[in-house]
Nanobody, 122 residues
Framework: VQLQASGGGLVQAGGSLRLSCAAS????????MGWFRQAPGKQREFVSD????????NYADPVKGRFIISRDNAKNMGYLQMNSLRPEDTGVYYC????????????????WGQGTLVTVSS
């Protein structure tokens, strides 16, 4: 499956952004979708994931209560709604897909999008 993330940009602290992940190629609904991010000089870290039918979601502690992951299998789209953004949320955000739920184990994800840059100014 090919993934393309979009929706990043520059936003002030406290603002919101909605990232999108467009999937093509294979059946998107067969895959668990995850979002990761990488801040400058830091390792890639897990943000959130969502099961195939959207019935279960998981979030990293730093984003709990602020970010919402969702998906629309009919449109082959995944989303990450980011609210109450903080400067420490700055980084490149990647969507990824895997057939077996791996949570924060990034090396196990089979497919990755190219990333979209989110910059949160203070």
């Amino acid at each position: 499956v090919q993934l393309q993330a979009s929706g990043g940009g520059l936003v002030q602290a406290g603002g919101s952004l909605r990232l999108s992940c467009a999937a093509s190629g294979r059946t998107f609904s067969s895959y668990i979708m995850g979002w990761f991010r990488q801040a400058p000089g830091k390792q890639r870290e897990f943000v959130s994931d969502i099961t195939r039918n959207g019935g279960s979601t998981n979030y990293a502690d730093p984003v709990k209560g602020r970010f919402i992951i969702s998906r629309d299998n009919a449109k082959n789209m995944g989303y990450l709604q980011m609210n109450s953004l903080r400067p420490e949320d700055t980084g490149v955000y990647y969507c990824a897909a895997v057939r077996v739920r791996l949570g924060d184990y990034a090396p196990g994800y089979e497919y990755w999008g190219q990333g979209t840059l989110v910059t949160v100014s203070s």
